[in-house]
């Protein structure tokens, strides 16, 4: 066969795999849309499904008690402090921001945050940053239960401190959310 036509064949060949659907390299890219970051409505209704991270907001809002002092917000429960939420346009809580009274060392932070997310999740990485610490996690309820709006059951804890510089002794602030795709560390300290 001559050497133009196996180039041809080739090309052909790359052309056509290229094509085909369920080759792609990102899965989750295809089958997650953006699911909004909204404010999250009052007075809805339980559903069944997850209590904390990624629950109806009527459900979450059901287990939940109002911070007195911020009435926006929630108490975390575990320790003193409060919890700030926002939604995805269906109404699922897709981020929440957890903001203990006293610094937490790391590893009461990382209780406080695996306590919100589904019991089957589990740790896809975990990094250091010199201004924060990242952890992602996957969870097949999360995913069932959020259907397009996280297809691959994601979720990213975020440790933040007080300053520019994280301290695992001192962590301040608490991040949960599912804005990278599975796998990537892509947020900023």
């Given at each position: 066969m001559p050497p133009t036509v196996r180039l041809l064949i080739a090309a052909?060949?790359?052309?056509?795999?290229?094509?085909?659907?369920?080759?792609?390299?990102?899965?989750?890219?295809?089958?997650?849309?953006?699911?909004?970051?909204?404010?999250?409505?009052?007075?809805k209704a339980d559903r069944a499904g997850l209590l904390n991270f990624g629950a109806y907001i009527g459900t979450w809002q059901t287990n939940r008690s109002h911070d007195s002092a911020l009435s926006s917000n929630y108490l975390i429960g575990i320790v003193p402090g409060y919890v700030a939420v926002r939604c995805s346009n269906d109404g699922f809580v897709v981020q929440e921001e957890i903001h203990p009274l006293f610094?937490?060392?790391?590893?009461?932070?990382l209780r406080i945050a695996l306590t919100d997310i589904p019991d089957d999740s589990n740790k896809v990485y975990d990094h250091a940053h010199a201004g924060c610490r990242v952890f992602q996690y996957r969870s097949s309820k999360l995913a069932h239960q959020l259907g397009a709006d996280d297809?691959?059951?994601?979720?990213?804890?975020?440790?933040?401190?007080?300053?520019?510089?994280?301290?695992p002794a001192a962590v301040r602030v608490i991040l949960m959310d599912l804005y990278d795709r599975l796998g990537a560390d892509t947020r900023g300290c």
């Open positions: 052909i060949c790359l052309a056509m795999a290229a094509c085909t659907p369920g080759l792609s390299s990102s899965p989750s890219a295809a089958s997650t849309h953006d699911p909004g970051n909204v404010e999250c409505p009052s007075g610094q937490s060392p790391a590893g009461q932070a297809a691959d059951g994601r979720v990213n804890i975020v440790f933040e401190g007080d300053g520019g510089t994280y301290n």
